[in-house]
T-cell receptor, first 114, second 115 residues
């Protein structure tokens, strides 16, 4: 069983609402990631963090923001959701150093913006 | 940067047949090649990986082969079962100075195993 948890699993909201997707891991991993998965399956890295107080933007530009105040917690926030933000969001984590490229994924949060 | 191409995008096989998914990569410095399986409603899960000092690795019905000269690697599933139906992702990465092991994923293959 994966020790990385995402909430909510499903969320339907109206345009303009602020939302936060939660991601927590109990493995003590230093690195954490957010991927956006489009309906065509492709995974796009939107944010990552190498540790507390470290956040970087990924390969795909995103209007979302992230924070890393605690090692185990990596929430993603959308200040004003739009229909274009409708997608599956996957959180992942890994150790630092050798083995850092072995990712453990959460089950995902499916966001629908009306 | 690294670019990973994955084919086919969809694959349908009969139960018991073999399935092969192929990936090519562009960065000759890449040295780690994992495969992830994503079942419906779940996140991707690592099923097998191979490093550049190995040409082939097998785990029960799953095997991965790597051709560094041609820069391609493949996933082979033998005796497929309905529970093998999922989306499969290949990926590549390398250790760039010890600070970044960023994975580059292929676009995924939807495998359907028909009973």
């Amino acid at each position: 069983e994966a020790d990385i948890y995402q909430t909510p699993r499903y969320l339907v909201i109206g345009t303009g609402k602020k939302i936060t997707l939660e991601c927590s891991q109990t493995m003590g991993h230093d690195k954490m990631y957010w991927y956006q998965q489009d309906p065509g399956m492709e995974l796009h890295l939107i944010h990552y963090s190498y540790g507390v107080n470290s956040t970087e933007k990924g390969d795909l530009s995103s209007e979302s923001t992230v924070s890393r105040i605690r090692t185990e917690h990596f929430p993603l926030t959308l200040e004003s959701a739009r229909p274009s933000h409708t997608s599956q969001y996957l959180c992942a984590s890994s150790i630092a150093g050798a083995g850092a490229n072995v990712l453990t994924f959460g089950a995902g949060s499916r966001l629908t913006v009306l | 940067g690294e670019n990973v191409e994955q084919h086919p995008s969809t694959l349908s096989v009969q139960e018991g047949d073999s399935a092969v998914i192929k990936c090519t990569y562009s960065d000759s410095a890449s040295n780690y090649f994992p495969w992830y399986k994503q079942e419906l409603g779940k996140g991707p899960q690592l099923i097998i990986d191979i490093r550049s000092n190995v040409g082939e690795k097998k785990d029960q019905r799953i095997a991965v082969t790597l051709n560094k000269t041609a820069k391609h690697f493949s996933l082979h599933i033998t005796e497929t079962q309905p529970e093998d139906s999922a989306v499969y992702f290949c990926a590549a990465s390398h250790n760039s100075g010890g600070s970044n092991y960023k994975l580059t994923f292929g676009k995924g293959t939807l495998l359907t195993v028909n009973p």
